[in-house]
């Protein structure tokens, strides 16, 4: 789908499609190699937001969803899913209520690094599965060793209205062994500590298809998979054509022969630039590079290429990150191999608390 | 208003801060400005997306509003705004009627600045204003020199249902001579041709306090000037009280005693570097560094101080670029002096056609 399909060419831009002959391809290939290795998935939905995705993924296998907000947690809870980890700790009075009411009726849990947050997650009501947060070398959140894993642990064995479910790491890309080394060492602690260590969660597109290089893993979350983007492109882990999100964008100018400026900037490319040189990739110039975006505006250097595309011609962009670019759309619209097939409202976007 | 105040500590984070008090200040300070200058001034609303924002611009003197949607315009427009400049082209037929439905009744101009596009703003119906653009150093669309400008010019005078309204550009940050050089020239080269030229539009923060360096130009479209940001701040164009647009957040981790977490990533913050170092700025941490974004967390580096914050307490973060960042919530909260007085819808937001 270089060139931009004649079903296409006609819709609205910017516009968010997504190719669902590729996503049902992605779920299909990440679950069985997840199957064939015998490690629990649990997709992240930050991705897509769409309860209508959540329902194939879980229809192949999966084992629940994962979410990164309490807001995300309640759309998803509202749609009917019914295991649900929270891949984030949570400090306000207000959304530890909240979390308390989706922990009735349902599987839920949630993470914590610190004696400050199992003291705010402690409390009356539902109790509250949670899961140690560890710092395997991502550099984000998480416990800095497999002691203070173990001693958060029993913490929240002891702490009223808490049970001790596991350990969870966001992992550095490319540090299955880290994850590996960090929680065989952590889980070891804790079983002495605490007796029990049920889940032991990792994750991270980037590193999926070396999941099985840490085999004491049990569950592992992606979420990027579903749709794939220039970052993992260039990364080499998904080729082009399991690139199942891309941005139809129209050329509103060309000002010189090089100079190409479409009606795609930040505000629906976004500017995260994931290590990468340009603002997305497109795949029917690949010589192009999207060397500048403004809010409402990118700006193409079609390099050496002194052919299409001219004002008003459509081109398709592959994003460098995906996941933020359906947090920019209320609404998707799918297609199939160019055939639109359908729309979706992003039903959890813009839930930023 | 480096600590948290607080009227304001209280609130579930992440949380967009308007400051009003500064609001009408930095409102008050441009007006008064291009009032002495005697150049008209347009806000644009790109920045805000909210109607009652635009409404105290107006009222303190504004000329009118840019906005850079079709939809921004129609949102605007059902508000009751009647004089506004889309200060984009538009290729598609569908909001090229939308345009014209806007030029019923009120004060609407849009720009083009290739022969493709005057052909097909080109057309039946309530006639669409259009104001050549010029590639005056910016490096985005315009046409790039007088000459073309002014053969364009001629083009949308002898266009059906087109009526040549003037000239515009969006200069590069600094470029205020520049734009002086090529719109003298292009201004006498269009009244040669075509015998009239109203309207001169430049724009940007960035080089408001210089827009006087450019006495051919008739009116100032800014932004960012209402709320302003880090990237401001940091060029010397604003002073630190004079940021309205700040995030609140709260510190989710601790992980090692230089290291902090933000329950603020790049789904708040945005990704926009602006030719800085790092993703915004704590006041109350002036040498903390936000080193990293991922969607919901943002990793700061304290330095040196290792005192404050602690988990769970709640610090403020001027982005880097405050527009993107109201495009992300549906709604802000309002306070003067760190009490709140409201909070206002985003109206504008999400509308991505």
Redesign the interface.
């Known amino acids: 789908m270089a060139q931009v399909a004649a079903g296409l060419v006609g819709l609205?831009?910017?516009?968010v499609l997504i190719d669902m002959d590729r996503v049902e391809a992605n779920i299909a290939r990440a679950q069985a190699q997840f199957d064939r290795w015998g490690i629990a998935f649990r997709p992240h939905v930050?991705t897509h937001k769409l309860p209508e995705l959540a329902r194939l993924q879980l229809a192949a296998g999966a084992n629940g969803l994962a979410v990164?907000?309490i807001s995300e947690a309640e759309v998803f809870a509202a749609a009917g899913f019914d295991d649900l980890m929270l891949c984030?700790?949570l400090?306000?009075p207000?959304?530890i209520a909240r979390a308390r009411a989706l922990a009735v009726g349902r599987r839920f849990a949630l993470v914590a690094?610190?004696g400050?947050?199992v003291a705010?997650l402690s409390g009356d009501g539902a109790p509250l599965r949670v899961l140690v947060?560890c710092?395997t070398g991502g550099?984000?959140?998480?416990?800095?060793s497999p002691g203070e894993a173990a001693d958060l642990a029993a913490m929240i064995d002891a702490a009223p209205g808490l049970i001790f479910a596991g350990l969870m790491t966001y992992p550095a890309a490319g540090g299955t062994r880290a994850v590996q080394d960090f929680m065989t060492e952590a889980r070891r602690q804790v079983l002495a500590r605490v007796g029990h260590c049920d889940i032991i969660s990792s994750g991270g597109t980037p590193s999926l298809d070396q999941a099985s290089g840490a085999p004491v893993v049990t569950e592992y979350r992606a979420g990027t998979y579903i749709y794939n983007d220039r970052s993992l492109l260039e990364r080499g882990a998904c080729r082009l054509e399991d690139c199942a999100l891309m941005v139809l964008a129209?050329?509103?100018?060309?000002?010189?022969p090089r100079?190409v400026?479409l009606?795609a900037g930040?505000?629906?490319l976004?500017?995260?630039?994931m290590g990468l040189q340009g603002h997305g990739f497109l795949p029917a110039y690949p010589k192009a590079q999207i060397t500048?975006l403004?809010?409402?505006?990118g700006?193409v250097d079609l390099g050496q290429d002194a052919g299409l595309p001219?004002?008003?011609d459509k081109v398709l962009v592959i994003p460098n990150h995906a996941?933020?670019v359906s947090?920019?759309?209320?609404r998707v619209t799918l297609h199939r191999a160019g055939v639109v097939v359908g729309g979706l409202d992003v039903a959890a976007?813009?839930t930023?608390?």
């Open positions: 609205e831009t910017p516009c930050k990164q907000k984030t700790t400090m306000s207000g959304k690094d610190s400050a947050a705010a947060e710092d550099g984000r959140c998480g416990v800095q129209t050329v509103l100018s060309r000002p010189t100079r400026v009606d930040s505000k629906i976004t500017s995260d630039l500048g403004s809010e409402e505006h700006v001219q004002v008003g996941c933020p947090n920019l759309v209320d976007r813009g930023v608390i």
